[in-house]
Structure formats: structure tokens, C-alpha cells
């Protein structure tokens, strides 16, 4: 077809000063949301790109295979005591229901669907099973305002308080109330949080606690069982934690003190007794387990190490009786191993293949602590849940996975980096492809903010497999893989090295004869979105076809926007500050988009909700690359409404985010989604 034409995108040249790095940025007015002429443009920009869908890509096609293959994680219910609180499909409704069995009999704590359509963000049960918070926002906007619900009562309490994003609470031991971190704005405004304390029954606390330090966007209380001390967790970076401050609430004069010094990372650990058990990465960087005296904790040398730093990287702790379980990862699998309190190795827990373990649902029932369930899954199974039994060592599955892709081949490979590093990406594809010859491939990527992008079960995925394409995941430095020095070699100033990763497999799998260029594809999202956009931009001869999703692409004007900014200080630099201003010039992509060039064909996919990665990025790159290119290959863009972070989705519109991306890369790279089997559900 003749790709319709792209609404024209004035350039409208501003000189531009951060820092001392000065240039001419010809699209600040496609920074207004507001605008009536930018409203206009982006309608525009979403007509062209229905147009192009519609014609030219089988998203209907490709939607109807990735939901053949979508298998929904099972429900991890939450257990205290009697009571289990669990989601909850609510038949054709668009969000599952809150729900809580109470020795048998349910009740639906809430229903965000009959909340006026908002989503719900977060929930949290306490020790006992008597409260159970929750958030809800609208649009996917993901600013929570804060709700309680008294569980014996079967009520929740009249009060609402707003600007709860992120909130994750300390339970007072009583259950009379909270310690908790919100804003005083929404985060659009404000993202700076403070520290509060709610007692229930009581109206909204207004006014934040006093502390001699200010609390990052990234950071939540935690307190002791005994109520006697109360933490601060910040995070330094998005996925790197640590107990910065502590002090004793039970003594009227205590004081706020550090609990480290800046230099040490700990995971998230607890508190037993008197001492504080974590994971710590200071001098470690795959992470080692120490006993830390409360009370002389910034002293280093009253640490106890439990468990030393191995070739596996600690990704969490947690206590279950008298045990302590690790989950760690070697070669970006997980393996769980179980411990005395003094770091004797008891027992491994056989899983049941190759695969990943859900970290986050490491759960021990506080009531009952005989046992942890986890979910577990593979990058060719989905999850399921599991548990095991501490004082057996018998593990038990739950459910079975919902889907399993069945004749297929994983393969590692290591691609060598710009630097020689040697890269991992792990490849599927069907047993019987002949790999004689080039197929069509798809990478996944993402490399940032020292999260672990695990190889696991992916709808999507399993659709370019079964199509008979190649699905690729790489594992790029910046990500937490495989360690805080594989993180550290793709942040701040070295930040290139993850887009010279990304290359170095493309690369590779150009050059073992794997794909062609004409043949390949590259999605990444959030962080993996500016991943994306910079390989779109310096290298589009590598790729058939990209798709940023919610992106971030302009490094220096991100101080316009409090969270952005903070993220990309956290990880990428401070525009405010030179010398980072400089770097980040130097790999931002809009900054180095170049007019005569043949930019590869692209999908710039992004919700107009989203306060994270604001879609004026994506305005701005879509409409600089069209103005630029002079490649025949289409440049669209996508900015889906009532859709924030990759949240805030409905039934009626999660389809179609999933959908369009892949049916557009699937189009370029030459690939058809595979019809149902015969006899197939549809």
C-alpha cells in the first residue's frame, strides 16, 4: 500500500541551554499535552497509523494468537491465618476483583468496576488478616489514593488519601495503624514523598513525620516486628535497595541515624531480634548474606557474614521459621537454597526445570510459617505455583502451568559487545526450522536500572515462535542479571555499552547466518524504549523494524517532568549537573536524529496516561524521524488513551497494546501469525 501521509511537523528552532550543552531543539511545542494544535497533530498521527494497521497488518490475526497463547499467572492468594485474599476474574468485567475467604465464606473487599472503571494499583493484607489496603487510580495514571478495609467489620473506613503512588506500608504490631510514603502533589507536579503515620479511625494525617533527611521517590518504611525500630528503604537506583536511616520509636528521644553509609547496597532483608538480615553487595557485587547488629550497624566490622558471595547473584531473602530461603540467580536462572539463621546451606530446592522463580511472590504465611509457595515458569512454560515444604523438603505444585510450548528449541549463545563482552541472549524457535537458511527473528531487550529481565513464559513470544520466527532474549548490560558490575558497566557514562550490545547480537545473529537485517526486529519498553530508539537511530541498517514502547528519548529537557527526572538522575545522569549533561547528550536519541538518513521502518507505541515516560517523547521522536528520513519505510506513531505505564489496561483495550506492535513488527519482518489449530478454542 502507499503509506498514507504523516501530518506535517513544523520545526520551530529554540535554542536550548542545559547545563552548558547548547543546541537547537526544532520540536519543544510538541511537548504540550495541552495544546490544541498538538492535541490535533497527535489525533492525526493515530489516524495515520489506523490506517496503515488496518491495511498493511493482521493485528486481528496476531491478536487472536497471542490470546491462544496468553496464560494468565496464577492467582498467588495471600494466607493469614483462616483468611486468604486473592484476585479474582469477574466474568466479562474489564479488572479482577479483590476478594477475601474467611474460613470459607467470600467477600469482595472491592470491585474496581463498579468504582467508576478505576484501576487498582496495589493492595497489601496485615500480619493478621484484619486490614487490607488498597489503591485505585484512574486511567492508568497510577496516582493512588489510599483505602482501608476493616475485614472484621466488613467495611471500609470513610477516609481516602490521595497521592499514594508507590505506597507500601509498615504495620504497627497492634494493627492500630501504619507508617507509610505518599506525595503531597500528584507526581506530574510533585514526585518528591514523604513520610506519614495513620492511625485508623483517625482522618487523614496531614502533616508529614519530621526527618532530617529528604525521602526520594524511591523509598518505603519498614519496621521491626517487636514495633521498636522503624527503617527507611530507599532505593539509590530503581532496583538496587537499602536501609539508609533508622530510629527507636519506643524511645521518646530517639533520633533519626544512618543505618549504612551510602556506599553499601542491601536487598530487602528483615529484622530478627536485634539484628537486621540481608543481602548486602557493598564489595560483593553478586551479593553476600550478613547478620548486622541493629545497634552498631554503620560499623562495618560488627557485621557477621552468613553466607558468602558465590557465582550466583542473591536476588532476595526471607524467613520462614527457623530457615532463611535465598533466591538467586546463575546464568539468569533461578536456583532457591535454604539456610539455618547461622548460614548453613540445609538443602536446594529441586525445581522443576530450567527456569524462573517470581521473587516477589515469596510469601511465607506469617500464621503458619511451615512452608514458602513461589510461582516458577520457563521462557517455553508458563507459570505455576508451587510450594514447599521447610521441614519435608517436599515441593508441591499447586496448579499446573496454563500453557507449554511444545517442539521447540532454547539455545544460548554469547554475542560478542563492541568491547568484546560477551552478551547472552537466549533463542527459541520451533525444533524442525531449517537453519540452513535466514529466518525472520525478534529480540527483546531491555538493559537498565539493575532489573532482571529473566527469560520467562511471554504470549508474545510463543506466537513469533510458533509463526515460525526466531524470538531472541538479550540480556544487555544495566540490567541486574548478573550482577552489580553488570549493571554498573551500562549506566551513567557507560550507558552506550547497552546499545552496543543490542548491536553486538544483532550482529551475530546477522553474521551466523541466523536472520538478516531485512529479517530482523526489535521491541523494548520503558527503559528497553530508549534501548530502542537509540538503535533505530544509530544503527537502523542492522534492523527490518523497531518498536519503542513508552520511551524516553530526550535525556536533557526530562527535567520538565519531577519522576522522569528523577529516574533518569538515578540511572542514565542529571542533566543538571555538566559533566552528566554532556553524556547524556552524546546517546540521547533525539539529539542525533539526522535529516538525508534511512531510518528503518518504526512503531513509536506509548499511553497518553503514562507520568513515567510522558508521550511527548514519543511525539518528538516520531515526528523528528519523519521529518528526517528519506527511507520509503513507514515511521508511526501510537499514543493509546486511558493507558499510563503499560497500565490502567481493560479487557477492551489490553488486546489491541499487546497486538499492534507485534502485528507491525510481524509485518515488516515477514512473518504471518499462525492460524488456530483445527478444533481450537477460539
Not at 517487636?226 to 539508609?244: M, S
Not at 510469601?363 to 505455583?385: H, M, N, Q, Y
Request: glycine share 8%; net charge negative.
Amino acid at each position: 500500500m502507499t503509506l498514507p501521509a504523516a501530518p506535517a511537523t513544523p520545526r520551530r528552532p529554540v535554542r536550548v541551554d542545559v547545563s552548558g550543552v547548547v543546541f537547537t531543539d526544532p520540536y519543544t511545542w510538541l511537548e504540550e499535552d495541552r495544546d490544541p494544535e498538538v492535541v490535533q497533530w497527535q489525533k492525526a498521527q493515530n489516524s495515520v497509523t489506523d490506517t496503515f494497521l488496518a491495511e498493511s497488518c493482521d493485528v486481528e490475526g496476531v491478536g487472536a494468537a497471542i490470546v491462544r497463547h496468553i496464560a494468565p499467572p496464577p492467582t498467588v492468594p495471600v494466607r493469614r491465618g483462616d483468611r486468604t485474599y486473592f484476585l479474582r476474574p469477574d466474568g466479562d468485567a474489564s479488572r479482577p476483583v479483590l476478594v477475601v475467604n474467611d474460613s470459607g465464606d467470600e467477600h469482595v473487599v472491592v470491585d474496581p468496576n463498579l468504582a467508576g472503571g478505576r484501576t487498582l494499583d496495589w493492595w497489601h493484607v496485615s500480619p493478621t488478616g484484619r486490614w487490607v489496603l488498597y489503591g485505585l487510580s484512574v486511567g492508568g495514571d497510577e496516582q493512588s489514593v489510599l483505602h482501608a478495609h476493616d475485614v472484621d467489620a466488613r467495611q471500609t473506613l470513610p477516609v481516602n488519601i490521595p497521592f499514594c503512588s508507590a505506597l507500601a506500608p509498615a504495620w504497627t504490631p497492634d494493627e492500630s495503624g501504619i507508617w507509610f510514603n505518599k506525595g503531597l502533589q500528584r507526581d506530574q507536579e510533585d514526585s518528591q514523598k514523604y513520610l506519614f503515620h495513620w492511625r485508623f479511625g483517625d482522618h487523614a494525617p496531614i502533616d508529614p513525620e519530621p526527618t532530617p533527611f529528604d525521602l526520594p521517590i524511591h523509598a518505603v518504611p519498614i519496621m521491626s516486628p517487636d514495633g521498636r525500630w522503624l527503617g527507611v528503604l530507599t532505593y539509590p537506583a530503581v532496583h538496587t535497595f537499602r536501609l539508609a536511616w533508622i530510629r527507636d520509636v519506643k524511645d521518646p528521644s530517639g533520633q533519626w541515624r544512618r543505618f549504612v553509609e551510602d556506599g553499601d547496597e542491601l536487598c530487602l532483608g528483615f529484622f530478627h531480634g536485634d539484628r537486621y538480615i540481608a543481602v548486602s553487595k557493598d564489595e560483593a557485587p553478586r551479593g553476600r548474606v550478613v547478620s548486622i547488629p541493629v545497634a552498631t550497624s554503620a560499623d562495618v566490622s560488627t557485621w557477621k557474614e552468613l553466607v558468602p558471595q558465590t557465582e550466583a547473584v542473591l536476588e532476595s531473602i526471607v524467613p520462614v521459621g527457623d530457615r532463611i530461603v535465598l533466591n538467586a540467580l546463575s546464568e539468569a536462572r533461578s536456583r532457591l537454597t535454604v539456610h539455618t539463621f547461622d548460614g548453613e546451606l540445609v538443602d536446594e530446592v529441586k525445581l522443576p526445570e530450567t527456569g524462573v522463580v517470581s521473587a516477589l511472590a515469596l510469601d511465607p504465611d506469617p500464621i503458619d510459617p511451615t512452608g514458602i509457595r513461589f510461582l516458577f515458569g520457563s521462557v517455553t512454560t508458563s507459570d505455576a505455583l508451587f510450594r514447599y515444604a521447610i521441614a519435608t523438603a517436599e515441593l508441591e505444585a499447586l496448579t499446573t502451568p496454563m500453557a507449554k510450548l511444545e517442539g521447540v528449541t532454547t539455545r544460548r549463545i554469547l554475542a560478542p559487545s563492541r568491547d568484546g563482552t560477551l552478551i547472552p541472549a537466549l533463542l527459541v524457535h520451533l525444533d524442525d526450522l531449517d537453519l540452513d537458511t535466514p529466518h525472520p527473528a525478534i529480540i527483546r531487550a531491555y538493559g537498565g536500572f539493575n532489573h532482571r529481565f529473566l527469560p520467562s513464559y511471554d504470549p508474545a513470544g510463543a506466537m513469533i515462535v510458533e509463526a515460525g520466527g526466531i524470538y531472541v532474549h538479550a540480556n544487555l548490560r544495566g540490567g541486574g542479571e548478573f550482577g552489580s558490575d553488570w549493571w554498573r558497566a551500562g549506566r551513567m557514562a557507560r550507558k552506550q555499552n547497552t546499545f552496543d550490545d543490542l548491536f553486538g547480537v544483532a550482529e551475530y545473529l546477522i553474521r551466523e547466518g541466523v536472520t538478516t537485517a531485512d529479517q530482523l526486529g526489535m521491541i523494548g519498553g520503558s527503559n528497553g524504549g530508549l534501548t530502542a530508539s537509540a538503535a533505530a537511530v544509530q544503527r537502523p541498517d542492522l534492523f527490518r523494524a523497531i518498536v519503542p514502547s513508552i520511551p524516553i528519548v530526550d535525556l536533557l529537557r526530562v527535567t520538565r517532568d519531577p519522576f522522569p527526572y528523577s529516574a533518569v538522575a538515578l540511572d542514565y545522569g542529571d542533566p543538571n549537573v555538566p559533566h552528566m549533561a554532556a553524556w547524556l547528550y552524546d546517546y540521547s536519541p533525539i539529539h542525533h536524529i539526522e535529516d538525508g538518513n534511512e531510518y528503518t521502518a518504526m512503531l513509536v507505541h506509548c499511553g497518553n496516561d503514562d507520568y513515567r515516560c510522558p508521550p511527548w517523547h514519543s511525539r518528538k521522536l516520531a515526528g523528528a524521524l519523519q521529518n528526517a528520513t528519506v527511507s520509503s519505510r513507514p515511521i508511526l506513531l501510537r499514543v493509546m488513551d486511558d493507558i499510563g505505564h503499560g497500565t490502567g489496561k481493560t479487557a477492551a483495550n489490553a488486546l489491541a497494546w499487546a497486538a499492534e506492535p507485534y502485528a507491525f513488527l510481524m509485518n515488516a519482518v515477514g512473518l504471518t501469525a499462525a492460524p488456530a489449530p483445527a478444533g481450537a478454542a477460539t
